[in-house]
């Protein structure tokens, strides 16, 4: 065989080595963006076959508040006396903090003012998406300027669950405030991604996929865009309580903040035979996994099944508190 038949062959292989390689980088950047767009590339309002409880609900005041196309409210409680401290409280991935006003009721009877603004693309609040993790972030800093404007004298907490809570942690680290409450808390937004993603696209490539998203972060958001809430914990030079379920499957143990974390400053609350919503009581996190099936299936179900099944929940036993948990919690913002 001539030199000249031999380079040809080698540039034959290399070309489709070339073009293989390209194919499936090709597939891996379509299979991350639609990843990242499932989850972020969307507005998160209320499900129209769940109940929201609201402040009427709970003989709360509130006094709604608007930062530019970001909307929520701050709640006091009808009859107790102010204690002068507010908490901005930061919800979760889902339609923003009306899915919370149990907890807000708890902060508010105890005699907290409590703000709690709905992220961008996220229930009262304007934008077509919420973009990404760290959008959660900018909504909480802004949350904090502007309360700290209205109520330049009175001390700061910063509450947050699941993603809220990923979001107070990162913004504690950029302003000035007194305590921060993390429940349930993730790591960084590439591990919380490739966790989510694990169910549907396997382990293996999920973990090839992480890249991809770093990369996505950092392109819409610059290099605050992958931080890292357990680093931002760790550093943190004021008291920090992390709180998590030792059954959480939704933030499991290895992307959990309270695994990660560490500093004389931060105290650790595992909420034994807990899941994400280590908060509730046992029984309410049972029936909340309840609704969270049929929600699964709802595609299935006839007109008349959603209507019998949704219109007879108890959503007020799916929101129960244990008195333990609220009351450790509370004991950390008294202290």
């Given at each position: 065989m001539s030199a000249y038949i031999l380079i040809m062959e080698?540039?034959?292989?290399v070309l489709i080595?070339?073009?293989?390689?390209?194919?499936?980088?090709l597939i891996l950047i379509f299979t991350a963006v639609f990843a990242y767009n499932t989850a972020f590339n969307r507005r998160y309002d209320k499900n129209k076959l769940l109940k929201y409880f609201t402040a009427e609900d709970f003989n709360l005041i509130k006094s709604e508040i608007s930062l530019g196309c970001l909307n929520g409210a701050v709640y006091s409680k009808a009859g107790v006396q102010n204690n002068g401290k507010i908490i901005v409280f930061v919800h979760g991935m889902g339609p923003g903090h009306c899915a919370y006003i149990t907890e807000i009721a708890y902060f508010c009877n105890l005699g907290y003012t409590v703000a709690a603004v709905d992220s961008l693309g996220c229930g009262d609040s304007f934008g077509k998406k919420i973009k990404g993790m760290y959008e959660g972030v900018i909504s909480a800093v802004d949350t904090i300027d502007f309360i700290q404007k209205r109520y330049p004298q009175n001390k700061?907490?910063?509450v947050g669950h699941s993603w809220g809570g990923y979001c107070?942690?990162?913004?504690?680290?950029q302003r000035k405030i007194d305590k921060v409450i993390a429940i349930s808390a993730p790591t960084t937004p590439t591990k919380t991604l490739m966790q989510g993603a694990k169910p549907f696209i396997g382990g293996f490539l999920a973990s090839i996929l992480k890249p991809f998203w770093w990369l996505a972060n950092l392109c819409i958001f610059g290099i605050k865009g992958n931080s890292n809430a357990a680093k931002c914990a760790s550093e943190l030079n004021i008291p920090v309580l992390l709180v998590h379920g030792d059954c959480d499957k939704i933030v499991n143990s290895s992307n959990a903040v309270i695994n990660k974390a560490s500093g004389k400053h931060i105290s650790k609350l595992i909420a034994k035979g807990k899941a994400h919503n280590p908060y509730n009581t046992l029984e309410a996190e049972a029936t909340l996994c309840e609704?969270?099936?049929?929600?699964?299936?709802v595609r299935k179900m006839t007109e008349d099944e959603k209507n019998a099944y949704f219109s007879n929940f108890d959503f007020s036993a799916a929101t129960v508190e244990d008195e333990d948990i609220?009351?450790?919690?509370?004991e950390f913002l008294n202290d």
């Open positions: 080698i540039w034959k292989i080595a070339a073009s293989a390689l390209a194919f499936v980088l700061i907490y910063l107070a942690l990162c913004a504690a680290s609704l969270s099936s049929a929600l699964a299936r609220m009351f450790k919690i509370s």
